[in-house]
């Protein structure tokens, strides 16, 4: 059967010697014998071929293949992983968002994801979050906090508890636009304290790296303009998004007939379908975590597991 078992990768880093050893990632070591497991129990196959299965040009396909993806362009992307799929011969499929590549900036997503590693207390940003809501509720029209953490359950994600769940929730996507960009921006602020600039140049690749992965055989796709959820906008906002990634890809080499879009936080809808094939997506990928079947999956709903939801034996 044509299955694949996509990984998603998101922070590989050597976490000991970070400044933000309490980001959640995955260390560098671990990294290499997760790479030595799928070496020993699968075939690790490129997007290429994924791609060209799906199109009707492969009859057939290797068993037990495996395909990893690693989201977000991170520079550890390019000084980490890179060097070691190399040395192996494998081909990555990085995912780059476009704005965080070109501007030095944030994205908003990681903006989160470092307050939360720099407060001594990560449960307790519940409270802070309460706080700037409730300062900035007759200015936006905003409702009580306790309205928009109802909406959240722990099931969105079994890896954190449910203050941190909804802190991150709230702060992506249940509060308008511009009351959480100011309150993100307030936190990362206070809790992180690096200009923004500066946090920029450390934390993403930029075109010259991923100029260099397309040269030397890695695979690189969409992930947005902007690292938004592409089902909670309008078509319009849709359609941005798509138009921008395929102008950055165009501009980096990547073939029009390879151009495959990975959904930040997994979001997507008919809508956005619609308006990948309009511009001639090939491909898209999700988080739902089950093996992808390319027979019978549509190939713009591929699933991917995160590395935290595979038993990778003996690999801890």
């Known amino acids: 059967m044509p299955d694949v078992t996509i990984v998603m990768y998101h922070y590989v880093r050597n976490l000991d010697r970070s400044r933000y050893p309490e980001i959640k990632g995955l260390t560098v070591k671990r990294f290499k014998k997760q790479l030595n497991y799928l070496e020993k129990n699968y075939t690790i196959v490129r997007m290429e071929d994924c791609i060209e299965y799906l199109q009707g040009g492969k009859e057939s396909f290797p068993e037990n293949a495996a395909l990893l993806t690693f989201d977000d362009g991170y520079l550890e992307h390019f000084t980490e992983v890179f060097p070691l799929l190399d040395q192996k011969g494998y081909q990555g499929s ?5 704005q ?3 501007e030095p900036i944030v994205l908003d997503v990681n903006k989160i994801h470092f307050i939360l590693a720099s407060a001594d207390e990560p449960e307790n940003l519940l409270e802070v979050l309460s706080s700037e809501i409730w300062n900035l509720k007759a200015e936006f029209g905003l409702e009580d906090p306790e309205y928009y953490y109802c909406k959240i359950t722990s099931k969105e994600h079994p890896y954190d ?17 511009s009351a959480r960009q100011i309150i993100i921006s307030k936190l990362f602020d206070h809790f992180v304290g690096v200009k923004e600039e500066v946090f920029s140049n450390e934390l993403y690749m930029n075109e010259g790296h991923l100029k260099t992965l397309i040269r030397c055989g890695m695979f690189v796709g969409g992930h947005g303009y902007s690292h938004k959820w592409l089902n909670a906008i309008n078509s319009d906002k849709q359609t ?4 921008q990634t395929k ?17 930040p936080y997994g979001g997507y809808d ?3 379908i619609s308006g990948l094939k309009k511009k001639g997506f090939v491909a898209g990928l999700t988080t739902e975590p089950k093996i992808a ?8 709903r591929l699933s991917r597991f995160d590395t935290n939801e595979i038993r990778f034996s003996d690999t801890k």
Not at 94 to 98: G, L, N, Q, S, T
Not at 161 to 177: C, D, G
Not at 293 to 300: A, G, K, P
């Open 240 to 243: 941005y998004e798509i138009e």
């Open 94 to 98: 990085f995912f780059p968002p476009v």
């Open 161 to 177: 508890p449910i203050e941190v769940i909804r802190f991150k929730r709230v702060l992506q996507r249940e509060l308008p636009y």
């Open 293 to 300: 079947d390319l027979n019978e999956d549509s190939r713009f």
């Open 100 to 102: 965080s590549t070109v």
């Open 247 to 263: 102008q950055f890809l165009d501009h980096l080499g990547v073939e029009s007939e390879n151009q495959v879009m990975c959904y």
């Open 270 to 272: 008919d809508s956005l």
